[in-house]
């Protein structure tokens, strides 16, 4: 993967990476996840072909102790075969037209998988567009919730994690994050 651009935030890296999120070796990595953790399409369907099925195993094991995973919140499982020692399951909110509260769910689900990183005592971290591909999100609108996102997280003074990645799937999404950050 690489990286187009760095940015140093109160000794917090930010790199926007271009790339496939399933060759990331951060400490852990964010899905888009779906509420029920079934990985079909997507980056998830990417990560599970990669990481092999024990990532949906522990994800079933995750859903029928817990229940299903709220918009706006995270689940946790292992890497599998992947380089990453945890996945993060985000899970981002339908575009349903702007009034049905995407904006803070999208902005709670990036903030709550950096928050769950700082938890598990990780420095760094990849994350995909979440909510921009099946979800509709469009990434304009996207990429200015997730700046947001990561720099009120910033601004909480993590002691642990100081890499946070963007990995950005394709080249029309990368101008968007370029223009924001
Ligand atoms: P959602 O359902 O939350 O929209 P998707 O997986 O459909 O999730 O898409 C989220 C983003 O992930 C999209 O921008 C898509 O282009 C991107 N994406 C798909 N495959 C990968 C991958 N292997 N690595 C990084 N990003 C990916």
């Given at each position: 993967n690489k990286i187009i651009k760095e940015i140093k935030v109160n000794n917090v890296e930010i790199k926007l990476v271009s790339g496939d999120i399933t060759i990331e070796e951060t400490d852990a990595i964010v899905n888009a996840a779906n509420s029920q953790l079934?990985?079909?399409?997507g980056v998830a369907g990417a990560i599970l072909r990669k990481g092999g099925p024990d990532i949906q195993k522990e994800s079933n094991e995750y859903i029928k102790k817990y229940g299903k995973v709220e918009t706006g919140n995270v689940a946790l499982t292992a890497g599998g075969k992947?380089?990453?020692?945890?996945i993060i399951h985000a899970v981002g909110p339908i575009w349903?037209?702007?009034?049905?509260q995407e904006e803070k769910l999208l902005y709670d689900a990036v903030f709550n998988s950096l928050k769950k990183a700082e938890e598990l005592k990780l420095n760094s971290l990849a994350l995909p567009?979440?909510?921009?591909?099946?979800?509709?999100?469009p990434i304009e609108k996207a990429v200015p919730v997730y700046k947001k996102a990561v720099s009120d997280f910033i601004n909480t003074n993590?002691?642990?994690?100081?890499e946070i990645r963007f990995?950005?799937?394709?080249k029309d999404h990368l101008d968007y994050f370029l223009k924001e950050f």
């Open positions: 079934q990985h079909g399409g992947l380089k990453c020692k945890y349903e037209g702007g009034n049905q567009a979440i909510s921009a591909g099946i979800y509709g999100y993590p002691q642990f994690l100081k990995v950005i799937y394709g």
